[in-house]
């Protein structure tokens, strides 16, 4: 294997592998509905939606978990475990706008949350081999 493709690899996992695939299946149920929803409107067009405007949201799709994931742990940092009880209406309406904002923006979003996966499992893969070669694991 050569050093680029090991590399890549060790990049994709560490960052787009960086959650769970029940977390990334959840999110990508909610990110295709949105993104079915957005192209409704062009089944009833006569002529097709621009082919530009049909990548742009299978790749917003495909990303937007990683979005969703940098939006939650910033509220995780801020709320902490904390509850609060609010109105259900009102809650579900607040939750449609920060699933539609975090897809919106995942473009701009997602890359951060790569990024920060990719950093955090670079140090825990360190600290693990750390712990191995130290004999610290598994006692």
């Given amino acids: 294997m050569s050093v680029f493709k090991k590399i890549t690899m060790d990049i994709l996992k560490k960052s787009f592998g960086g959650i769970t695939q029940s977390y990334y299946l959840k999110q990508l149920i909610y990110s295709s509905v949105i993104a079915l929803l957005a192209l409704s409107p ?3 067009l006569e002529k097709m939606l ?3 405007y049909v990548i742009f949201l299978i790749l917003t799709t495909l ?3 990683y979005s969703r994931f940098v939006y939650e742990t910033v509220m995780k940092f801020f709320i902490g475990n904390n509850q609060f009880q609010v109105n259900i209406i009102l809650f579900i309406i607040f939750k449609a706008f920060t699933i539609i904002f975090c897809f919106v923006n995942a473009i701009f979003i997602a890359p951060i949350g790569l990024a920060g996966l990719y950093i955090y499992n670079g140090r ?5 081999s750390k712990n191995i070669n130290s004999g610290l694991v598994g006692h």
């Fill in 50 to 52: 621009p082919w530009s």
């Fill in 124 to 128: 825990v893969e360190k600290k693990n």
């Fill in 42 to 44: 062009g089944w009833h």
């Fill in 63 to 65: 990303i937007y978990p």
